[in-house]
């Protein structure tokens, strides 16, 4: 009796310190109960997990974590949050004028499996991004947002999507855009007509891996266009008929 006393303590601990999401249906991402710490990533109490050397959260149980506008920023500095994990068929939705910033970033797909982010209208995110990670799927949505000073890794070691349905890309200074990072990695660009990707350094298609990009229409880049790495590369420009 006094072992299985231990082993019910020993997990309930387990559970709190990691702090994941809870939820498995789509609700708030800052109300803290909705975190098995009890506070919301960011929040000085907010336990986290050293996965890889990184201190880390983690969405990961097939749930959707919803950021609205009740919540202006999400950094993790001053408490060491530094990396954001999507995984397990999990998604990460910003909505109605939500920002959302992390120190180092989010990883969306890992080995969990499979993980997405949603960008809404009015929304923002501003961080590094690797789609796609250990041989896993993932994508980005996104729909009329905005995604400013991000750095995007497509595809950095498994399949990563990135949908640019509308709104706008910015990337980061001194950052790459890329579509197929690494010898195992397959990325995605598609961007849709009314959508604006600005390119502070350079996009690569195919840096180590597979590459391709997508652009309906013809849509201005600022400054450089993409550039071919060492990976198979495609650039697809597609024009749109309309019927009369």
Same mark, same amino acid.
């Given at each position: 009796?006094?072992?299985?006393?231990? =082993?019910? #303590?020993?997990?309930?601990?387990?559970?709190?310190?990691?702090?994941?999401?809870?939820?498995?249906?789509?609700?708030?991402?800052?109300?803290?109960?909705?975190?098995?710490?009890?506070?919301?990533?960011?929040?000085?109490?907010?336990?986290?997990?050293?996965?890889?050397?990184?201190?880390?959260?983690?969405?990961?149980?097939?749930?959707?974590?919803?950021?609205?506008?009740?919540? #202006?920023?999400?950094?993790?500095?001053?408490?060491?949050?530094?990396? @954001?994990?999507?995984?397990?068929?999990?998604?990460?939705? =910003?909505?109605?004028?939500?920002?959302?910033?992390?120190?180092?970033?989010?990883? /969306?797909?890992?080995?969990?499996?499979?993980?997405?982010?949603?960008?809404?209208?009015?929304?923002?995110?501003?961080?590094?991004?690797?789609?796609?990670?250990?041989?896993?799927?993932?994508?980005?949505?996104?729909?009329?947002?905005?995604? @400013?000073?991000? *750095?995007?890794?497509?595809?950095? #070691?498994?399949?990563?999507? %990135?949908?640019?349905?509308?709104?706008?890309? /910015?990337?980061?200074?001194?950052?790459?855009?890329?579509?197929?990072?690494?010898?195992?990695?397959?990325?995605?660009? $598609?961007?849709?007509?009314?959508?604006?990707?600005?390119?502070?350094?350079?996009?690569?298609?195919?840096?180590?891996?597979?590459? $391709? %990009?997508?652009?309906?229409?013809?849509?201005? *880049?600022?400054?450089?266009?993409?550039?071919?790495?060492?990976?198979?590369?495609?650039? @697809?420009?597609?024009?749109?008929?309309?019927? *009369?």
């Amino acid at each position: 009796m006094k072992k299985l006393l231990v =082993l019910a #303590s020993v997990v309930m601990l387990c559970g709190t310190a990691t702090g994941n999401w809870l939820p498995t249906e789509p609700d708030d991402y800052a109300v803290g109960e909705n975190w098995g710490s009890g506070f919301v990533p960011g929040h000085p109490d907010h336990p986290t997990v050293i996965k890889n050397g990184w201190v880390s959260s983690y969405i990961n149980n097939g749930g959707t974590a919803q950021l609205d506008s009740d919540v #202006s920023q999400f950094d993790g500095v001053p408490t060491a949050l530094k990396l @954001l994990y999507v995984e397990n068929a999990s998604t990460l939705e =910003l909505l109605n004028g939500a920002i959302f910033k992390s120190t180092y970033g989010v990883r /969306l797909g890992g080995d969990g499996g499979p993980g997405t982010m949603i960008v809404r209208e009015g929304a923002s995110m501003d961080n590094l991004f690797s789609v796609g990670y250990n041989g896993t799927e993932a994508s980005v949505v996104e729909q009329y947002g905005s995604a @400013l000073n991000i *750095a995007v890794n497509a595809g950095e #070691s498994g399949v990563g999507e %990135y949908y640019l349905y509308g709104g706008e890309v /910015l990337e980061r200074a001194n950052q790459n855009f890329y579509m197929g990072m690494n010898s195992t990695g397959n990325g995605l660009f $598609v961007q849709h007509p009314g959508t604006r990707m600005r390119w502070n350094r350079e996009g690569v298609i195919g840096k180590d891996g597979t590459g $391709v %990009y997508t652009m309906y229409g013809d849509q201005p *880049a600022s400054r450089s266009a993409p550039i071919t790495g060492n990976g198979r590369a495609e650039f @697809l420009r597609l024009t749109l008929h309309r019927q *009369a």
